[in-house]
């Protein structure tokens, strides 16, 4: 009984996709190779994973409006990471212990089990006791139609732990058995609790893997853990930390303790719009991570926001990044290989002189593209480089490179009458002789990438079609550039712009 209801809201939900979508593709202010939904609103990455040949993103997804509000599960299939197609949401409210009006289908992950494609996600309902958080599970044959465990819940908060901030588990399969990782909050603390199974049905609680101490907010959204090279990684997006909106921790691990051995948190990405980070193995063994380019903070959720709701959607992914170690122990994280195949256009200079003169730089149209280059430190002896983005029309998105402070800084208070913030991070300079820089900007976001992938800053800028120009310039002294190249880059939908 209780499927056939999900079913008619998803057929529900799909009606009202065919009517707006048509609208919404035309949207000026839609991304041309970033993952972002058909219409209405997306948030998290969730279940993402590589199964019978295709990569799987699912979302959390309100087809209904560009706003936040009962979460449906989005889903969408590809080949490459960059071309996808849509496909029926697989998960919508429908039962007492996910019908929640402002809950209903909340963060998780899947795994194939015994063939069948597994979704584990929270639950979110009120019992008359407040809002209550489960993990729920649903299976696939076909990776398309989900069907809900009768048995569902199958795990409820464990004592101790507040029921209303007990959410998004990420499961895997480590030696036959599964593991889980769930955010949680006690006595006003983020942790990160770790259960096992042997069938996804019956769960046991094993540890806290790691908690904050007061320094790390009062609950840890979305957790992540996985191994690279036989180091242990834990990822979270931590509620109430301040800037802190994606970290990481890395250390020993052994399965029979639980427990993460160093507990010192650093960035994922030092920029305004990176959160609830989810990765996944390629079947090439890439740890891939996803991001959602946003943040709660930044995001009045019960409002209008920001441009894109005029157009009937709002929300999309950071580009997919490849995980791995640098040298000195940070991890970095590498925009995927494969969108090197859209790069068109290409233009590139050996080497490039700045000076305190604006020198005009070309890549792509100016709006969706590729751009990169080292600077080279040794033959450099300027105090700040600076680059003007998506600029035109009085407004720009200002990128200081502060080589007297040592700071590095994403300014889109001017970008487009709408954005605020400054994003800042300290740079890697310590024995460099050159620092490596590589920029990806699209329709409404900048991406920008050094330190060895090290040092990211994601931002959303809403700029507009006349914002095209690219300056760079130097600060008390003059910068050479190398190997400079730039690419415009294809766009990966149907895009036919409105009036
Ligand atoms: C993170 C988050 C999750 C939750 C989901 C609800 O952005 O708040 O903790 O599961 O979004 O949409």
Not at 177 to 183: C, D, L, R
Not at 264 to 290: C, H, K, N
Not at 322 to 342: A, H, N, T, Y
Not at 466 to 485: C, K, L, T, Y
Request: charged content about 25%.
């Amino acid at each position: 009984m209780s499927n056939e209801l999900m079913t008619s809201k998803i057929s529900r939900a799909l009606e009202e996709t065919a009517r707006t979508k048509n609208h919404v593709s035309k949207g000026r202010m839609r991304q041309c190779y970033h993952f972002m939904p058909e219409t209405g609103w997306m948030n998290d990455p969730n279940g993402l994973i590589f199964y019978k040949g295709e990569y799987h993103f699912f979302f959390q997804f309100n087809p209904y409006a560009p706003f936040w509000g009962s979460m449906y599960w989005g889903h969408a299939v590809s080949r490459d990471l960059l071309h996808w197609t849509y496909l029926p949401p697989a998960l919508a409210p429908s039962e007492s212990y996910d019908d929640h009006p402002d809950g209903g289908c909340f963060s998780g992950s899947a795994v194939v089990y015994e063939g069948k494609l597994w979704l584990i996600y929270t639950s979110v309902s009120d019992q008359g006791k407040g809002i209550r958080q489960t993990q729920s599970i649903a299976y696939s044959e076909d990776g398309v139609h989900f069907l809900k465990y009768e048995g569902n819940p199958v795990l409820e908060a464990p004592e101790g732990i507040n029921p209303s901030e007990f959410r998004d588990p990420k499961v895997w399969n480590h030696d036959g058995t599964f593991y889980m990782v769930t955010g949680a909050s006690q006595n006003g603390r983020g942790k990160a609790l770790l259960f096992s199974s042997e069938n996804l049905k019956e769960w046991k609680w094993i540890n806290e893997i790691a908690a904050s101490r007061g320094e790390l907010g009062s609950m840890w959204e979305c957790p992540d853990f996985y191994s690279i090279g036989g180091r242990h990684v834990l990822t979270f997006s931590p509620v109430g930390a301040g800037d802190h909106t994606s970290v990481y921790m890395t250390g020993a691990f052994d399965y029979k303790t639980g427990k993460l051995e160093s507990q010192t948190a650093r960035e994922m990405d030092w920029g305004l719009d990176y959160y609830a980070p989810q990765s996944f193995l390629a079947p090439d063994g890439r740890r891939i991570v996803v991001g959602w380019a946003n943040e709660w903070q930044w995001m009045p959720k019960w409002k209008d926001w920001g441009p894109t709701f005029k157009e009937g959607w709002c929300g999309f992914f950071n580009l997919p990044r490849e995980v791995g170690f640098w040298e000195d122990g940070s991890l970095q994280f590498k925009p995927i290989r494969e969108l090197e195949s859209l790069r068109k256009d290409a233009c590139a200079f050996r080497q490039i002189s700045v000076s305190e003169d604006r020198t005009r730089l070309r890549a792509g149209d100016g709006i969706s593209y590729e751009m990169k280059f080292l600077i080279d430190l040794e033959h450099s002896d300027g105090d700040v480089l600076e680059l003007e983005l998506r600029a035109g029309n009085g407004r720009k998105t200002v990128c200081r490179f502060d080589f007297l402070r040592n700071e590095l800084s994403v300014n889109r208070n001017h970008a487009d009458g709408w954005s605020r913030g400054i994003s800042r991070s300290v740079m890697k300079l310590h024995n460099q002789t050159q620092m490596d820089v590589d920029i990806f900007s699209d329709r409404c976001s900048i991406e920008i990438f050094t330190d060895h992938y090290t040092n990211n800053h994601s931002n959303n800028v809403f700029a507009g079609e006349d914002q095209r120009d690219i300056f760079i310039r130097a600060e008390g002294g003059s910068f050479v550039i190398r190997n400079f190249e730039s690419y415009g880059m294809q766009s990966c939908f149907d895009q036919t712009l409105g009036e």
